[in-house]
């Protein structure tokens, strides 16, 4: 159903590390989902979720029994991930850290924003699936946090991507969302809030940029790709309704 496409980081293309975000193209999956959704809870097909998941591993060439992934619900919490999943229950979780390189860590996304960690130092990782609420409750806070404590990282070796997520021109929020943001960013709430016709848009890039930079971290890299923009390779939950699929992205580190 199309060529394979995905993107990676320039700062994170380290010899030790292997990393990707994986667009829609390329899959199994019919309308609404085309074609490489990898979501196995927005109604496609499990037996084309799997192939999917397949395919997008092998882009990296991962197998796909080496994923660690949890039930994203829009939290803080972390999980270390010392082995593969290997079929037990989901966990609920937003944010991932491991330094185990038999592990791939994987989440899907469709609006809310990826975000990988890499510390070159004590080679470990981290990836984040924050949205509005997980960037005001401060999930890319929580991996740097988690990282330092479990691993020994120092913010300032990491290096971090900030990947496709729904930007700035296409993100209104309401005045609950508006509120919650100006108590979780105090004085630099404005740089991420834009007025607009009436409306308030939020920015999530810079946000989660702010949260990071505010803990010591030096290097970070923002794709600046919006999800609602570019249809032909992201799905986005508000540019395409309530059926979408979902997109992958993955770290590991390279044994």
């Not at 834009?194 to 930079?213: Q, T």
Request: with cysteine.
């Amino acid at each position: 159903m199309g060529p394979f496409r995905f993107y990676q980081f320039e700062t994170l293309m380290q010899p030790d590390l292997i990393h990707a975000i994986v667009t829609r193209q390329g899959g199994v999956s019919p309308e609404p989902w085309y074609s490489l959704n990898v979501g196995g809870n927005v109604g496609d097909e499990s037996a084309r979720v799997r192939e999917n998941l397949r395919r997008a591993c092998g882009v990296v060439g991962r197998d796909p029994h080496s994923i660690f992934d949890v039930w994203q619900v829009h939290s803080s919490r972390v999980v270390r991930a010392n082995r593969p999943r290997s079929g037990r229950e989901l966990i609920k979780a937003d944010v991932l850290i491991s330094n185990d390189p038999g592990v791939t860590l994987f989440m899907r996304f469709a609006d809310c924003v990826p975000i990988f960690f890499y510390d070159p130092v004590h080679r470990a990782i981290g990836l984040v699936h924050s949205g509005w609420l997980g960037t005001v409750r401060g999930a890319s806070v929580a991996a740097v946090q988690a990282m330092a404590e479990a691993f020994g990282t120092h913010p300032e070796d990491l290096c971090v991507g900030i990947g496709p997520a729904i930007g700035p021109d296409h993100y209104p929020i309401g005045p609950e969302v508006v509120e919650r943001v100006r108590k979780a960013f105090g004085s630099s709430a404005g740089n991420h809030l834009r007025i607009h016709d009436g409306e308030v848009y939020l920015n999530l890039w810079s946000a989660n940029r702010d949260l990071l930079e505010r803990e010591g971290v030096k290097s970070v890299e923002v794709a600046e790709l919006c999800t609602a923009c570019h249809l032909e390779d992201w799905y986005s939950h508000r540019g395409e309704g309530q059926i979408t699929g979902r997109f992958g992205a993955m770290i590991a580190l390279d044994a």
